[in-house]
């Protein structure tokens, strides 16, 4: 059951600086038996329910405007989408009742306590804190003992988990979360993802935004988007099964010298850093290990190591959103 | 990304050859009963690249607020590009660039008004101004920006900028407090590309980052634990220690010691 579906929605916004069309045409349609012959500049996408569905994309691609048009929180341009079977449009007020949303801005009442707040959205939807509790009890046993320090002054790991506790006290049955994790530790950010599939786990859909290529993996399905277009819908494994360059890692004793001297290369197509090594796709087929080494051995580089790599989400996304040499 | 010149320098800092940028002795700084960070030190050399990682709340900022000249030590000591931040702060605040994900550029103000700002406040010659605007900005691959408000920038352009114009003035060290936040790991890389030319014009890059991709990028990283130094080292020493592949592993089995509730 598609839980989120719309036609040719689209939004734009004219950008003064450029003055380039900068904004979002996107066309969702939910129903898979649908004829989807006449798509148009826009891509097929739906959500399952029960579905944890990555949007993945650079700064600026249209990523939070497809979460407040979703959301109904601003209004598309044309094209038509619903959200638990209700149109954005027509239905605002009965999707406001059922969706949570967590903005990528803390968006709380900071001269509330931590209660104060929970109680407010509660409330809003006609519930109590104890009606729900289950669903939020992970997340809220963390920041309870906190519960009368005003929101202002939390820390930005309890803000985060106060965030998601509001947007769910009213069992919402889609989640929206844009970039929930952003500038949060690596530890806590896994016990978030954590919570996530617990959340899941109680049927609860999951529409999520991040710019973590590790998180993206942990999606069912992603999306990548760019300049308001999807470029590819899959899940994570599938994405890193198509991709169909060759992919090498590269290490030396210089890295910052490696960076451009491989760039140099005639056979090299992009190269960008990858942790301790750097990466790059290999464009010329008859470049082979031993002579890349050896040429950059020419260039006084010591301890070379090249290995044959297989891609991950991270090297999926360079490859789309890095030009070309 | 060790460089063997900058493993040679921390060495001779560690060694005692010659004075490191920064350095800090047995820094502590209490907020009533707690101890945000307890009693730190290290010292970090001259053009290093140096990476400070922790989870939240693990005193990372206090700590770099101190450094910054903005926050006075309860105990403890420390030299920041020769001055102590204690007695000397305004000194301190004079030879450093600070660039945080909030205090960042004036939003209402265009590309070159921000660089004219930051310019004059921190006192570089009127007539160096324009035309190392202009460079900059060409460098930037900007130009077409110039009279844009920063507000109208994707949020990784903003970074960029904002990271250029915090070492404008050329300072001896420049401060980042989590520069890379939610930016895509494109925007991210070429902002890193920014720090490597900073580093090699010998400016000291003291970080912060919870992209542990970027702590493998970094000459040394420190990892703080409820305020205390768990472990400063290469990347690749602690990798070897640890017996692990990647800094995340490092970082997860160091960080899940703390007992320290902020989160």
Known sequence: MSVIESKNLSKNYFSAKSGKFAGIGLRLSGDPK????????????????????????????????????????LLPDSGTATVDGFDVVKDFKKIRSRVGYMPGRFSLYQDLTVEENLKVFASIFNTTIEENYHLIKDIYQHIEPFKTRRAGALSGGMKQKLALSCALIHKPSVLFLDEPTTGVDPVSRKEFWEMLKKLKSEGITILVSTPYMDEASLCDRIALIQNGEFLTIDSPQNIVNKFNK???????????????DLRSHAGVGVCYAFGDTHHITVVDEKLTINTLSDFLQEKDHKDVVISKIEATVEDCFMELAIPKN | MEKETDIENCKKVLLGEFEPVISAKNLTKTFGHFTAVDSISFDVAKGEIFGFLGANGAGKTTAMRMLCGLLKPTSGKGKVAGYD??????????????????????????????????????????????PRTDELLRQLGFESEKNSLVKSLPLGWKQKLAFSVSIFHNPKIVFLDEPTGGVDPAARRQFWELIYQAADRG?????????????????????????????????????????????????????????????
Not at chain 2, 212 to 240: F, Q, S, T
């Open chain 1, 34 to 73: 649908s004829p989807s012959g006449d798509l148009g500049d826009g891509l097929c996408f739906e959500v399952d329910k029960g579905e944890i569905y990555g949007i993945i994309g650079p700064d600026g691609a249209g990523k939070t405007t497809l979460f407040r048009i979703l959301t109904t929180l």
């Open chain 1, 246 to 260: 060759i992919l090498w890692s590269v290490h030396s004793n210089n890295m910052s010298k490696l960076l451009n």
């Open chain 2, 85 to 130: 931040i204690e007695k000397q702060s305004e000194q301190v605040k004079k030879n450093i660039g600070y660039m945080s994900q909030k205090f960042s550029l004036s939003e209402d103000l265009r590309v070159w008004e921000n660089i004219r700002l930051y310019a004059g406040i921190y006192g570089v010659h009127e007539r160096e101004i324009a």
């Open chain 2, 203 to 263: 400016i000291t890059v003291f970080v912060t980052t919870h992209y542990m991709d970027e702590a493998e990028y970094c000459n040394r990283v420190c990892i703080l634990v409820d305020g205390r130094i768990e472990a400063i080292d290469l990347p690749r020493n602690l990798k070897e220690q640890f017996n692990v592949k990647s800094m995340d592993e490092v970082f997860q089995q160091m960080a899940r010691k703390a007992t320290r509730k902020a989160d």
